[in-house]
């Protein structure tokens, strides 16, 4: 492994200096490649040094744990593969590598199919790439970075240490947690950001990865205090971090909620990016002066926005809004989504949709409709052992109906693409003016 990184760098560093465009461009041949800085070699250390082992004994702790606190446990757990039920992970749990244990124990979360009851490290999982890619139309592309990397935007990753990102991303999808098909993709682009997934497979943790595009090749490190003024700004709304749950949480601790005023298209959008621990009292006063401004403008549109919502208390809305007003624009209005539509972020377009008639525009949800009747609240539980723990949701009886329905569809499906993540275009709004307000 050592002299394989050892020659990928090598090439990495021999490649010609010539700047190339931002434009996606023919894979060029090796000496045309830029070289790398920023990263100037790759640093390994034993994944012993940030993971403990996992016994029978952790594995034996958490299925007790979930047996007495998820309803469905019996039933999830008959309904799984043999080898990933968690009296058989017990069971083989002291035979495999490290990395292999935590992997195994990822997979026989998955078979919840339920994204509030995970299982989380506590390590490994706080740092992130200095690009931040999205998977458009099967490609993965990077659709912004911190200042130094801004000429990658716009180019498609071939491989990540040498392995097809496709293989990387299917790898991913084995570590996310998720209600349905959407949610795992969306998970998974979040873990190929951090270091995680590729110290699993590799058994080393590595401070950089070398990154190859069809125009680049380069080591781009790993930093644990990235923040989102880092990467480049797109005012025009918070896609510019795609599914970067790290950096979104930042954004939604800074800026909860809120609007913006279009005047040239006649549309005020209502932004919600959590609604978690918010106080009542300024949902009130927020709520009274968007209706205000709302009502004096008759002729605009009203977006109520979710795209980057990370779900919290459904509650918010009716605390901000009244029935009675939101009935009263439900002619003009509609709700967006997006992959990051997250719980409550999913909920309540699904709630506006059934009171009010809000036609949906978006993406299909990585969470379903009925999220609220099978994990309403979730709980964490603790296991010191190996500094990790689990999320496990009370499964309020609703089990099956979310397996029967696990995604929001939109009533206006559309499908992102690089002009939306920075700021060009607003397929969103696009499709509002066109379909539902016939501009």
């Known amino acids: 492994m050592k002299r394989l990184s050892a020659i990928l760098l090598t090439i990495a560093l021999f490649a010609a200096a010539c700047q190339l465009g ?3 461009t ?3 041949t090796q000496c045309d490649l830029p070289q790398s800085v920023g990263a100037e070699q790759c640093v390994e250390k034993p994944l012993s040094d940030y993971l403990r082992p996992l016994t029978a004994a952790v594995v034996d702790d958490i299925a007790w744990y979930l047996d007495n606190s998820y309803l469905d446990y019996a039933e999830v757990q008959a309904a799984a593969a043999d080898d990933l039920r968690l009296r058989a992970v017990a069971a083989r749990i002291d035979s ?4 292999q244990q935590y992997l195994l124990l990822y997979r026989a979360f998955n078979q919840f199919n339920d994204a509030h009851t995970y299982f989380s490290l506590n390590r490994l999982n706080e740092s992130s790439l200095p690009i931040i890619f999205e998977r458009i139309e ?3 592309v990077i659709i912004n970075s911190t200042s130094e990397w801004r000429h990658l935007i716009g180019q498609r990753i071939v491989s990540i240490d040498g392995c097809q990102i496709d293989d990387w991303y299917r790898r991913a999808c084995d570590l996310a947690a998720a209600d349905n098909d959407y949610g795992r993709s969306r998970r998974a682009l979040d873990v190929l950001h951090r270091p995680l997934v590729y110290a699993l497979y590799d058994e080393v943790v590595k401070d950089s990865l070398l990154i190859e595009t069809e125009a680049f090749s380069g080591l781009l490190d790993f930093s644990a205090g990235r923040r989102p003024q880092q990467f480049l700004a797109n005012d025009y709304n918070n896609l510019r971090l795609g599914s970067n749950t790290i950096q979104l949480f930042k954004i939604a601790a800074r800026d909860p909620y809120g609007y913006r005023l279009d005047d040239e298209a006649k549309i005020i959008t209502i932004y919600f990016n ?4 918010l106080a009542s009292a300024d949902l009130v006063a927020f709520g009274e002066s968007l209706r205000h401004l709302i009502e004096s403008r ?3 549109g009203v977006a109520f926005d979710f795209r980057t919502c990370l779900g919290g208390s459904a509650a918010a809305l009716s605390t901000a809004f009244s029935a009675d007003f939101l009935q009263s624009i439900s002619d003009r209005a509609c709700s967006y989504v997006s992959r990051n539509s997250m719980s409550a972020g999913t909920l309540l377009p699904a709630q506006l949709r059934h009171l009010f008639g809000f036609k949906i525009i978006g993406e299909m949800t990585p969470y379903s409709e009925h999220t609220a009747y099978v994990s309403a609240t979730a709980d964490k539980y603790r296991i010191d052992a190996v500094d990790a723990a ?3 949701s009370f499964s309020n009886g609703g089990y099956r109906a979310r397996l029967a329905e696990p995604a929001l569809c939109p009533d206006y499906l559309i499908s992102p693409q690089l002009a939306d993540y920075i700021g060009q275009t607003d397929s969103w ?6 379909e539902i307000l016939r501009r």
């Open 22 to 24: 931002d434009r996606l």
């Open 26 to 28: 023919p894979p060029p």
């Open 96 to 99: 495999l590598s490290l990395g």
């Open 138 to 140: 099967r490609s993965f």
């Open 274 to 277: 959590s609604l978690s621990q």
């Open 298 to 300: 008759l002729d605009y």
């Open 390 to 392: 689990i999320s496990s």
């Open 429 to 434: 709004q696009v499709t509002f003016r066109r």
